[in-house]
């Protein structure tokens, strides 16, 4: 953990691997142990497994976070401000531990997200998109309730965290585990996962060339801002945004690399994992295929695990891009 | 087993759930232990899981009672004829259990399932499709092998049981477990376990309308036999067998019904487990949605399990299917 002290002088306290064992014990039965499974496609030096979170049942990962969070929360109410994933999955993890959420969403969310999140039973309070931060701690206040991010607060990456424990305990030998990388909370978890129970496994990152502020940050060892507008060049929706101290904090510490896709690789990405695996992936859920498929020459050989993280993906551009 | 008696008069031996148990142990490590996926878009009184079978290496739950066969061969070589899916599965089994496997393709056969089961180990010997009976015949001879059936074996049934092991083992309380019923292998595998552990569960098999041979023999207490010009009107080519006495007697005993479904039910029903459960499936193996989601007054209410039994389908017949 030393590496902290080359991006900032203040000690942090990184998530161990009891919080994530704490956290597997608290989802069990809400979350999905989702399988490895192996794939006859992968090339002889790298045998390939894919991790697919894209069958959580709101669609990703993000429901073990929610849900290790909100279950330490002795029945206090939640609140959070989201456009769609983490506000399902808070929802759902929300109703599975008996508490009420509230969610904030922008009123320019689609319909389809905004009814899924009221039939999780959370009450959604719709407001114009500047407003919805200062709605959010307003409704903190007025509630006694407690804010849940998607990714800055230790019991998200602890909860995210389980889905590198899984990886370690059904492919204690893996050679390279690969994990997308947006705000960083599953990067994060899984690294201290993986770096607990199996130091030999390489645990790289993957992000979108056009949103690759975490590789530039880890390669400089000082965090990079890239603007907002640039992030979200990027077809992959769910990878537009950047980690904060804590996670940037867990990925120095513990990732081993971060290598980059393009556009055109995580398309063709998700069409591969539509045939080959049977699997419907959106495209940030897609990349670690992308980096698998094309990256090779920056990959270590032997047996390599692709989480895919999610498969949130409007069935036009799934059509789209499977074409 | 006395409905044994309304179809045949020599008693016939019956996959009891100890042979289940068996192949379970035997497969381990090979066939991916599936989980149970629950998905929020069930309907209120009856809550859904899906039995994602499509995740098999080979796409198909057949390597199951494939592994199951060829593992208790002690190391004898075995021989198969398929056009496809059986083969793939047959090989998968074979280089897992060490042992050889020649199939018997018809040199009509699409040559991505040629090279599919060349690529895992097994030799392929293409011949004029009203030849692949004999010459499966001449090699077992020639190479004192075993011939492995797609689905008129007890081993073969025992190892298909093992869904149903799973489905018992991880949802004790299911009302109605739905499963997809061609030769009859993987339905009566599914339908001995099911009602060994879990008696008070229903278990109703899922046929086409143009291919409902066992609809009917059931219903009539005899096999019926349609002709396979009949049988191949259905989209979903993985249904179109009709079972042997061996599988028709298993059904007779344990299934509790059949229900039928359209061909647009089944179209509608592959583009709601796309978008609503992140799966492929192909048509023969969404046919348990498409009767959940059309034939609600026939099923009891209670907690559902639909078994999607396959996910190979040519790519431009799923994009069509979903858009």
Redesign the interface.
């Known amino acids: 953990m030393d590496s902290r002290t080359t991006w900032q002088d203040e000690p942090m306290e990184l998530v161990t691997i009891e919080d994530i064992r704490a956290a597997a014990t608290r989802i069990a039965g809400v979350a999905?142990?989702?399988?490895l499974?192996?794939?006859?496609w992968g090339d002889a030096d790298r045998p390939l497994w894919i991790k697919?979170e894209?069958?959580q049942?709101?669609?990703a990962f993000k429901i073990r976070g929610a849900h290790n969070a909100v279950s330490q929360l002795a029945g206090r109410p939640v609140v959070a401000h989201s456009s769609g994933n983490h506000a399902q999955a808070l929802a759902?993890a929300a109703r599975a531990a008996g508490v009420p959420a509230t969610i904030v969403m922008p009123d320019s969310a689609p319909t389809v997200k905004i009814e899924?999140t009221r039939?999780?039973g959370a009450e959604v309070v719709l407001v114009p998109i500047a407003e919805r931060e200062t709605r959010a701690a307003e409704l903190v206040e007025k509630l006694g309730a407690a804010f849940v991010p998607p990714f800055d607060h230790r019991d998200i990456i602890a909860g995210q965290g389980t889905v590198g424990l899984e990886i370690a305990e059904d492919l204690p030998d893996a050679a390279v585990v690969l994990v997308p990388i947006s705000g960083g909370g599953l990067a994060s978890g899984v690294a201290t996962a993986i770096k607990a129970l199996s130091p030999s496994t390489q645990i790289i990152g993957v992000e979108p060339e056009l949103a690759a502020d975490t590789e530039e940050g880890l390669r400089t060892g000082t965090q990079a801002h890239w603007p907002l507008t640039d992030r979200t060049r990027t077809i992959a929706d769910g990878l537009r945004m950047e980690p904060s101290e804590l996670t940037f904090a867990h990925l120095s510490a513990h990732l081993d690399g971060v290598v980059t896709v393009t556009e055109d690789e995580i398309r063709a990405a998700v069409r591969t994992i539509?045939?080959e695996?049977?699997?419907?992936?959106e495209p940030s859920g897609a990349v670690t295929v992308a980096a698998y498929l094309n990256r090779a020459t920056k990959l270590p050989k032997g047996p390599t695990v692709c989480i895919v993280s999610g498969?949130s993906v409007d069935?036009?551009m799934?059509?789209t891009l499977?074409?």
């Not at 999905?32 to 399988?35: A, H, L």
């Open positions: 999905v142990r989702t399988p499974l192996p794939c006859l697919p894209n069958l049942p709101t669609g759902y899924r039939a999780l539509a045939y695996a049977r699997l419907v992936a498969g069935p036009t799934f059509a499977i074409t």
